[in-house]
Structure formats: structure tokens, C-alpha cells
């Protein structure tokens, strides 16, 4: 016989739950409803109450005793509802006042290090790498090609009628800096050979320029 399909996979099986236990939780509650007020116990209560709650019923059973005294009830029917009473009040976090434990510390390694020590090596750390980072910069200048002579014509900012007060030029760098060194000849360097066919020597700071 054919029977309707039905999609029930991973829901929860509420017949696998006895029908004394759901009466006997029911029992507790109608008890409660009496003593207190319907639904009281959705107002709220701190974890640490129902769990007293809970556990006083609990060591009741353990210790022989079935009966609540006070409600004529068995101890387990009142320990349902207050374990209900933890289903709820659980999910609150402002309920929720169990002892939390702070985080276990994590010890850190000694190297017998004061914090002047810790600070002094830092140091040491940062003038070791700037040492570094100098010597790799001037490692990159000297991969650069030498260029002897000047470019084929100085700055234009620099020259100021027929005098020209010339910067030093650094050849490695292919610019100009503060300084006097060499003056510019025109069409001098040859960029394919990397060398210059006419080179001026030292000269003083000021000069006049002639046909550049």
C-alpha cells in the first residue's frame, strides 16, 4: 500500500518521548501555576535559581525520597519543570550568572630581559637594518653605468645670461647636486661607448659660457 510522502529526515522523533514524563512535567507546571501565577517563570530568573531549584529535587531522589513534601509530587515531575525553566533561561545572557573562568594565561618565555635591555636591543635592531638598507642602496648606485662627462647641456634654471654658476654632477647618479666639478661641452658624451670625446677639468664655481 502506497503511502503520502512525508520529509521528516532530521526532525526530532516526539514519540520516542513517554507520555508519563510530558504528564508529569504538565503536573509540576499546573502546581506551579496554582502556588505562583500562569506563566510566571517566563518572567525570567537567574540560572543559578532554577538550577538550585533543580537540584534540591534531584538529591531528594538520591537520598530515598520520592514525594515532594510541599506538593504532594514526585521529585522528578518538579525537577522536569525546572530543567524546561534551564532550556529557556540559558539562552538569555543576562540570566545566564554561572561562574565563568578567565581565560587560562599563556606564559611567556623568560630571557631575563629588563625592559631597558628589551629596548636597547631594539635599538640595536633598527641601526643594524638602516646599516643594511644604506649598503644595499649603495650597492644599487654602483650598478648604474659611469657616466665621465656631463649631458650635452646643463640646467636651464641654472644659467643666467652668459654666466653660469654650475653644480657638481654626479656620475654615477646621471644629476646634478650643489657644487662645482665639471662644465659641459657640447655633444661630448657618447651614450653607446659610455665615455666622452672632450672633458673639461675643475673650474671655479662661476664661469662664462661660451657657445653651449
Known amino acids: 500500500m502506497a503511502h503520502?510522502?512525508?520529509y521528516n529526515q532530521g526532525k526530532p522523533k516526539v514519540n520516542l518521548v513517554t507520555g508519563k514524563y510530558i504528564r508529569g512535567t504538565a503536573d509540576g507546571m499546573t502546581y506551579g501555576e496554582g502556588k505562583y501565577a500562569r506563566h510566571n517563570w517566563l518572567?525570567?530568573?537567574?540560572?543559578?535559581?532554577?538550577?538550585d531549584s533543580l537540584m534540591r529535587h534531584l538529591l531528594a531522589i538520591n537520598d530515598g525520597e520520592n514525594i515532594?513534601?510541599?506538593?504532594g509530587l514526585h521529585h522528578w515531575k518538579l525537577?522536569?519543570?525546572n530543567l524546561m525553566f534551564l532550556s529557556e533561561f540559558l539562552e538569555n545572557p543576562e540570566l545566564d550568572d554561572r561562574y565563568k573562568a578567565p581565560p587560562p594565561k599563556i606564559p611567556l618565555p623568560e630571557f631575563g630581559l629588563t625592559m631597558?635591555?628589551?629596548?636597547?636591543?631594539?635599538?640595536?635592531?633598527?641601526?643594524?637594518?638602516?646599516?643594511?638598507d644604506k649598503q644595499k642602496n649603495q650597492e644599487e648606485q654602483k650598478e648604474k653605468p659611469y657616466n665621465p662627462c656631463w649631458p650635452n647641456h646643463a640646467p636651464a634654471s641654472s644659467i643666467v645670461g652668459d654666466t653660469y654658476t654650475s653644480p657638481s654632477y654626479d656620475p654615477?647618479?646621471?644629476?646634478?647636486?650643489?657644487g662645482a666639478k665639471y662644465i659641459p661641452a657640447a655633444s661630448t658624451y657618447d651614450p653607446n661607448a659610455n665615455s666622452c670625446k672632450a672633458c673639461v677639468a675643475e673650474v671655479p664655481d662661476t664661469i662664462q659660457l661660451k657657445g653651449v
Open 79 to 81: 525537577a522536569s519543570c
Open 172 to 178: 654615477y647618479d646621471n644629476s646634478f647636486a650643489a
Open 68 to 71: 515532594d513534601k510541599e506538593s
Open 43 to 51: 518572567k525570567g530568573q537567574k540560572v543559578s535559581v532554577a538550577y
Open 4 to 6: 503520502a510522502l512525508r
Open 116 to 132: 631597558k635591555t628589551a629596548f636597547d636591543c631594539l635599538e640595536v635592531a633598527c641601526v643594524e637594518r638602516n646599516a643594511r
